[in-house]
């Protein structure tokens, strides 16, 4: 499996053990800081790479030290940095999650250089022998420009999926309706499809995606685990039951579980199931580089765990 991962790539600070905001100029004694590559490119390109695909990043990044951390983090997992543009007059993208006891994560984030990434940045012919594109965050594109790098790795011979960050609403599925046409796997959140369409049901909401030329929707339901739909059927593979510690890039997890499953030969319930196994390695952890997972310790995971 060879991927292009393009688009969103964030370095994330993880704060646990926050029980509140200090007053003024105090501080606050925590558990543990740490950082961690993400986004919705980044974040599933780590995962791919961890479970044996080859892994390209694309995107943009600062000229700041940020970047450098992102950039080496990103390389000691194996994923090729090379396709990543500094931009002089932005700033790296990033997010500090500060963890309550109880598993809130609320988060401040800077959009930085991933909002002036275009398509004029990413060399097509780099993309020459690709298996897969995924493309995350084509809300910063629009949906035009997303479309046209979607079919573009298609007639390559690549498949294709597309994955939000955004949270969803009507005017943000009018904004990427262009690239849906393109896309072979649709993997957002069950509020992404309930904000986009205004449906009633993830199934029904996933009808309304597929009606728009998507060929698969899989969505993440968090502790429920996730939903896949396509035209000839919609089934739902339950989570795993694990002890939480933080669910920051279990989305992305799941993103590159179930595509590497897909990759693998398996069916689409078999890729989502891996998807899960996954995302259950990291919500065990602190963001997709928790702990030390390969493809071979996960499947050995999901023959074994409990199911929620």
């Known amino acids: 499996m060879k991927v292009a991962t393009v688009g969103v790539h964030v370095l994330d600070t993880h704060v646990i053990g926050v ?14 800081i ?73 988060a401040w984030h800077c959009i930085g250089a991933n909002g002036a990434f275009t398509l004029d940045d990413l060399d097509l012919g780099a993309l020459e022998g690709i298996t897969h594109l995924h493309l ?50 649709l993997l957002p959140n069950d509020e992404q499809v309930l904000g986009l369409t205004g449906a009633a049901s993830l199934a029904d909401g996933a009808r309304t995606l597929l009606d728009h030329g998507v060929g698969t929707v899989a969505v993440t ?28 890039g279990c989305g992305d997890a799941f993103s590159a579980g179930y595509l590497r499953g897909l990759a693998l030969g398996r069916d689409l319930r078999g890729a989502a199931e891996l ?5 259950a390695q990291v919500a065990q952890g602190l963001g997709t580089d928790a702990g030390s997972y390969t493809l071979a310790s996960v499947e050995e995971f999901a023959r074994t765990a409990p199911r929620r």
Do not use: N
Request: proline share 6%; with cysteine; aromatic share 2%.
């Open 275 to 279: 998807g899960c196994a996954v995302a």
């Open 136 to 185: 995350g965050g084509p809300e910063f594109l629009g949906g035009e420009a997303a479309g046209r790098l979607l079919a573009h790795a298609r007639s390559l011979g690549a498949t294709t999926s597309l994955d939000l960050l955004a949270p969803g609403d009507p005017d943000m599925l009018a904004w990427v309706a262009d690239a849906l046409p393109h896309t072979d796997h």
């Open 34 to 106: 740490s950082l961690s590559p993400a986004g919705t490119a980044g974040g599933t390109g780590v995962v791919l790479s961890r479970l044996g695909a080859q892994v390209s990043a694309f995107g943009a990044v600062g000229e700041d030290p940020v970047a450098t951390t992102l950039l080496a983090l990103l390389g000691h997992e194996g994923v090729d940095v090379s396709g990543l543009v500094g931009k002089a007059d932005a700033q790296t993208s990033a997010s500090v999650i500060p963890v309550r006891p109880g598993g809130e994560r609320p």
């Open 221 to 248: 339901q968090g502790a429920r685990g996730a939903l896949v739909a396509t035209a000839a059927e919609t089934f739902e593979v339950p989570a795993y039951a694990v002890e939480v510690v933080d669910t920051t």
């Open 19 to 32: 029980e509140s905001i200090p007053e003024r100029s105090d501080g606050q004694l925590v558990e543990r």
